[in-house]
């Protein structure tokens, strides 16, 4: 994109650990100028996350800090002091949306509530992004991915055949996060269209639950809960993940139709399976397909899982080796979605980008996570205009700051 | 009535399957003018997939179309006819998007490139969404989710270590919806910048690449060498969700101190400080040592006991709800989250409601998932400007 469709919206970024920090990287990637506001008496947590404690500067060297906080600037404010909440409701003043994830109770506390912040700005669009939402039995209770998924009803669905539900390694965030960007910018479009701002509440466990429709359609309508299958379909059969050559090395495969089944007999140089009238059609497969994965995997284990998957694919049948972490990075399909970013304290570094492009050109990270307070002076000075002398009165007193202070104390 | 966020957007659909249609569900939820473009007699897939009332299959009665569905106008069109794309142009002409999942050279193939639309509509933003994105050398290959979730990276994290991995979300197809929902996103990015240019753009979602996202830490990690824990291939926690006398339950320990409440909970006293437990990569080590004692006890206790233990010891203790115990879940009761929406087959359907709430311009539905060519007459008569014998007579061709 020659100029980017969100320059000229300012974004005030309360959000901490993952969800929020990845809608509002994916805003600042679109162009909005992103100010990601902590303060030394409470820095995002993500920044201890993984970062090696007593090393110098140990809460800028966290790998998922880094990742989820591309394309902001970095702002310290101390909303505690009364100070730093009237320089906090200053930049409201400026900037076209607040985004937060605090627990529900947290914005009140510090008077920065949306009819608060509406006095100030009433073209302002003020987005929260609770646990579980800012009413009910669960408003003040704390949750993450982990109960995101398990209360949304997806770990239901995840897991071996007959066994537990298992959750999913942080999905819940990664969902909530891409929920919360399209309403803004729903919410932003409207308001380029009437004026209006409004307040934007994503229950992050809501979020997730919107993606179960079908599983809690099934259960109110027949009185049916959805268990674990593993990685079987009922109409895409066989379906699996099986073994390939090398060490926990594995090759994803789906056989959609008669056709393909017979196909696929060929391939594996069973050509015979393609008379067995136990395997012509998917029911059949379906029922015997224990046997068919023993037969499978005897083919799949004597090649290396790009190998299977290519000679597939030749074939018309959909295949494709399981990718893990150390393979990722110089895999020839995803080369295209990693990306170099530098950044003085980290060095240089693959991101993953952003897995869409805009008429043929694909949306890129422009600048690294922000160190603590790096934009205080550009934030403070261009935008709100203070002297030197009331910056140097902030940091006296702690009202803003480069070091959290709780490195002081700890390890 | 108040105004929508997006009223006044009109979008042409002609997605199939999730990955689109859940795009255009936000879409529609939020105001904007869906018309879906379904093929005649057979219509969306997901029209065949269910749950259906009873179990009794019906093209016009599948709980999961109707979900993804409610709120668009529903058409039938053949669109390999030779009407059928000049169809589409009429359309594209006065819409804002177009959405649509086909493999990569399907819309050319029916002489719909974006191209050709931009010629009839330079303002069209499209919104493409497919396996493996619409260039490279990749393109062509075939995908489901599995395939998708495996070649993304998305599915080593999920599973048992030593054990084969695990697609994400079993059926569900977890990476269509959320790939449906960042091709939401990124088509109203698209709506945002025509308003500085008056250009529509071609919006290229992938979906393998979407899982990639669910992975992005890891690898980062790994290349932090000061980072003091490298990835592990399957992520695992344990305890994590639990079988125990009457369901599942989930036990989340955080810190050392809950290990410690963990084991007076349990009364597993003398492992508080025994270092083969203490954390959760010494616990994994000494697994069947800590689950041969640790599942008897979770077999002796119901899930209200061990919810009330938790409150009592301090320890985050989850109920793991079924999605029939969701219905009832106290928190979405208090939220009204799950609404019902009456269908004309179907009758009333509970189904998941507002995933976010607008002040000024609320989510609503305003109409339920179109029966198979339900607005036919509507949109080739008032929309198209077709007369009775002319709709007609495209029925008897089989093209609508």
Redesign the interface.
């Known amino acids: 994109m020659s100029s980017l469709p969100l320059e000229g919206i300012r974004i005030l970024d309360l959000s901490m650990w993952w969800s929020g920090p990845m809608c509002n990287s994916y805003l600042g990637a679109l162009g909005a100028e992103v100010i990601k506001v902590e303060s030394i008496q409470f820095p995002d947590g993500f920044r201890y996350t993984m970062a090696p404690p007593g090393e110098k500067d140990w809460w800028e060297l966290g790998p998922q800090f880094n990742a989820a906080n591309m394309n902001k600037l970095g702002l310290t404010l101390n909303l505690n002091d009364p100070e730093g909440r009237e320089l906090f409701k200053d930049l409201v003043a400026k900037s076209d949306v607040v985004v937060e994830n605090f627990s529900p109770r947290v914005m009140g506390n510090f008077g920065l509530t949306y009819e608060k912040l509406q006095e100030v700005n009433p073209r302002i669009i003020m987005v929260s992004m609770p646990a579980y939402g800012s009413s009910g039995p669960y408003r003040d209770m704390p949750g993450f991915a982990y109960t995101f998924e398990i209360l949304s009803g997806i770990a239901q669905t995840n897991g071996y055949e007959g066994e537990n539900p298992m959750i999913i390694s942080g999905v819940g965030d990664v969902i909530a996060s891409f929920h919360c960007a399209y309403g803004l910018l729903a919410a932003l479009e409207y308001r380029a269209e009437s004026g209006k701002g409004q307040h934007m509440e994503i229950a992050q466990s809501e979020a997730c639950a919107n993606l179960v429709g079908q599983p809690i359609i099934d259960a109110s309508m027949n009185n049916r809960n959805w268990e674990r299958v593993g990685n079987r379909h009922p109409t895409i059969a066989p379906q699996g993940v099986y073994p390939s050559k090398g060490t926990d090395r594995w090759v994803a495969i789906s056989v959609q139709n008669d056709d393909e089944w017979k196909t696929f007999c060929k391939v594996i140089g069973r050509p015979e399976l393609a008379n067995d009238s136990r395997f012509h059609t998917n029911e059949g497969r379906n029922q015997h397909h224990n046997e068919l994965d023993q037969l499978i995997s005897s083919w799949t284990i004597q090649l290396d899982h790009h190998e299977s998957a290519t000679i597939l694919q030749d074939a018309g049948i959909s295949a494709g080796p399981v990718l893990e972490v150390d393979e990722m990075e110089n895999d020839p399909f995803l080369s295209g979605m990693y990306q170099e970013v530098s950044r003085e304290c980290t060095g240089t570094h693959l991101f993953p980008s952003w897995p869409v492009k805009f008429s043929e050109a694909r949306l890129e990270h422009h600048s690294p996570a922000p160190t603590l307070g790096q934009h205080n002076d550009y934030v403070l000075k261009a935008i709100l205009g203070l002297s030197d002398e009331r910056i140097q009165f902030l940091e006296q007193n702690e009202i803003i700051g480069n070091q959290p202070l709780g490195a002081k104390i700890s390890k | 009535m108040s105004?929508q966020?997006?009223s006044?957007l009109k979008v042409i659909d002609l997605s199939w399957h999730i990955a689109g249609p859940y795009c255009t569900k936000?879409l529609a939820d939020?105001g904007a003018d869906v018309i879906k473009i379904e093929q005649p007699g057979i219509g969306d897939p997901s029209r065949r997939e269910?749950?259906f009332?009873?179990?009794q299959q019906d093209l016009n009665a599948s709980?999961?179309y109707?979900?993804?569905n409610n709120n668009k106008k529903g058409i039938t069109l053949n669109l390999k006819s030779k009407q059928g794309s000049e169809f589409v142009k009429k359309l594209v002409k006065e819409a804002d998007i177009v959405v649509e999942n086909f493999s990569p050279r399907v819309m050319e193939g029916l002489g719909l490139s974006y191209e050709t639309l931009i010629e009839i509509n330079p303002r069209l933003i499209m919104t493409s969404i497919t396996n493996?994105?619409?260039?490279?050398?990749?393109r062509d290959?075939?995908?489901?989710e599995?395939?998708?979730?495996?070649?993304?990276?998305f599915?080593?994290?999920?599973?048992?270590p030593?054990?084969?991995?695990?697609?994400?979300?079993?059926?569900?197809r977890?990476l269509e919806?959320?790939?449906g929902?960042?091709?939401?996103?990124?088509t109203?990015?698209?709506?945002?910048?025509r308003?500085?240019?008056n250009q529509g753009?071609?919006?290229?979602?992938?979906i393998?690449?979407?899982g990639?996202?669910?992975?992005?830490?890891?690898?980062?990690?790994?290349?932090?060498p000061?980072?003091?824990?490298k990835?592990v291939?399957r992520?695992?926690?344990m305890p994590?969700?639990?079988?125990c006398k009457d369901g599942?339950i989930?036990i989340?320990l955080l810190t050392g101190k809950h290990w410690q409440d963990f084991c007076l909970m349990t009364e597993m006293y003398e492992w508080i400080e025994d270092e083969r437990f203490t954390t959760l990569g010494q616990r994994l080590i000494h697994k069947d040592l800590f689950r041969e004692r640790f599942d008897p006890w979770l077999m002796a206790h119901t899930r209200e006991e061990i919810i009330e233990l938790g409150q009592q010891w301090r320890v985050?203790v989850?109920?793991?709800?079924?999605?029939?115990e969701?219905?009832n879940?106290?928190?979405?009761e208090?939220?009204k989250?799950?609404v019902e929406i009456e269908h004309p087959v179907?009758g009333k359907?509970?189904?998941?409601g507002?995933?976010?709430?607008?002040?000024?311009?609320p989510w609503k539905i305003q109409r339920p998932a179109p029966l198979l060519g339900e607005h036919n007459s509507y949109v080739y008569k008032e929309v198209l400007g077709l007369d009775g014998e002319e709709l007609e007579q495209l029925q008897a061709e089989g093209v609508v």
């Open positions: 105004k966020a997006l006044g936000l939020l269910g749950p009332p009873n179990d709980g999961l109707a979900y993804l493996f994105g619409q260039t490279g050398a990749f290959r075939k995908g489901t599995i395939v998708a979730q495996a070649m993304g990276g599915m080593s994290s999920v599973g048992e030593n054990r084969e991995p695990l697609r994400a979300g079993g059926n569900l977890l919806y959320i790939s929902s960042f091709a939401g996103m990124s109203l990015a698209a709506v945002a910048q308003r500085k240019t753009q071609h919006v290229d979602v992938s393998t690449e979407c990639l996202l669910q992975r992005s830490y890891q690898t980062v990690q790994n290349s932090f000061t980072s003091p824990a990835h291939r992520y695992v926690m994590s969700i639990e079988k599942y989930g989340n985050p989850n109920p793991v709800p079924t999605f029939t969701m219905l879940f106290p928190q979405y208090a939220r989250f799950f179907m359907v509970t189904q998941p507002a995933p976010y709430t607008m002040s000024e311009t």
